[in-house]
């Protein structure tokens, strides 16, 4: 096993969102399958993330894109929450999601806007655009 | 008309691309048909690139992300251009394609890849990643 | 503000769907983000469907087919609305949905066709393929 | 009406999935569209899965990959009951998942983990990869 | 072998498109794999394409939209010829790839443009939208 | 570095393709980008491919389903090459991208089958269905 790999996925994951969204969705796939947990922990987190040349904010916008882009919106509410303790401002994400109409669509923007305002609502998050 | 969305998208075309590339990508488009190019030039540049919020940096490795994950390489060459003129450097550009691979899947990112390997060719980038 | 757009995207808006799906659907953007609201009446309804050249039931046609395409569930049933209203027959859209089965996949049109089937029993069309 | 082919695609989805599951899935759409329920049927069934050159275990595997990759979520229950029922091992249909992990991307292959995870429980398979 | 969807096919193919693009189109799959060739000719123009219930032009509009959404690029020309041959305009095909920018989004309705664009030069069709 | 995924993934590769498509393949990316064919090594072949649980033919099956489905023929030629050399007959290879026809949809099976005519006529495979 590339333990390396591993504590650097659960490190970055560690500074990306709460221990207790990261129970939520690592347990479920862990529980299941241990090798897709590992999988998951390892590369997206310990071999993408934690790589230098790029911060986690700027890290964050290229997820939400590729999600909105490929209607992924069941993995949006963990990279929604993940860029704002990773500093993106409401404003940002929202900005990031509305950049995607042009290129992702209408229909895909839409569909992640939702997510985004479920998102906000459970953090309590008052976004006002002014 | 909306003259203006139009004209703040020209200006910001003129900020992101070479008035050479700016030539050949809207006027082959503006012959044929007047009206799409006005959209072109309107709504993703008049009306979403030059908006506050985000700064064209950021834009950028949006845009990146959403053309990667749609496999439109066609669409990439002028976005890699604009990314460079933003300022981002070479090596966080294909730290961008390569955050892609767990998203958009590895075929997308290696199809990415080589447009950005063709486009650094020819601004003679001697991109070396050390 | 390119007001004209919006006036233009309201009127057509107001064409197409009853004033109670136009409310549910753009009040709950406009209340969150008034730029993305202003965005989608302006640019889809302000400059794409108010164009000439086409008309509303052949655009409801493109539309449909491009949705079911990218497997975009959740903007559907405003579509299908829309399309009714516009004047094509329960049995076009059907069809519709039918004719992609070979370019989107069968995935993809089953999937529409569920939202077909929910959308006419709420308008209580009693539709059958005789 | 090609009466065989319709034969030859009930007969295969008789081999496929419970008649139970046969029934929910079929005759929802029959229901509303018999001609719908036709193609369903011949096309896919009648004349691509009971074709001799591939097995119902290679073509189950293709035919998941494809719906992982895809995002079509909602057709992949079906097609794990058909792998089990091919004789696909819980194991192998696990893997199958776990191998789009690179191609389809992490999202893709997370939501449809989720599927997977769901139509085990309703078999009461009590996976566990050791 | 289902003859009729067979015979059905080629001669809606017939209507759809000249003689040398069908042979071209047809025969470059025959040689290789026959059954292929029998499927494509035999479900989407035998069994889709010939059915009542929309028209030539509502079929043309509603599979460009799918090739454009789906990025099809490959297959688009040959259904602009049959687009053309079903009695659209050039306008109204023009228009139908301008009305898939919100929805498809701008990278694929561009690179649709294309291929409209090479193939009314192949046709020396003078579109000049004024 | 996990040098043992990096070790593994090598091996696996020498198994799938031949010395000369190996080295045109990874050493492009290399030379451009180490970590980058870092990865490509590391994780599809070095972590997913060399698993126990599917053999190289199943795991054939299932990219190359993955592959049609989102139209990524540019990376296709190598997976019908690594599908031969895993044991894969012609006429499976056929049948396999025959068996995406409703699943993927007819214009991304359409494309693809002109990869495996080309690669099938570069090995000189008399393929003929019969």
Known sequence: MDSKAYEKGMET???MVSPEIL???VENVRKFS???????IEFPFGSIYSRPG???KQRSLITISSLVTQGAEGQLDFHI???LNAGLTPE???EAVMHCLPYAGFPKSLG???VVIRVFQEREISYSQA
Not at 34 to 40: G, I, L, S, T
């Open 13 to 15: 994951l560690g500074k």
């Open 23 to 25: 129970r939520q969705t």
């Open 34 to 40: 241990p090798d897709m947990a590992k999988m998951v």
């Open 54 to 56: 790029l911060d986690l």
């Open 81 to 83: 929450h993940a860029a």
């Open 92 to 94: 940002e994400i929202v």
């Open 112 to 114: 992640a806007l939702g």
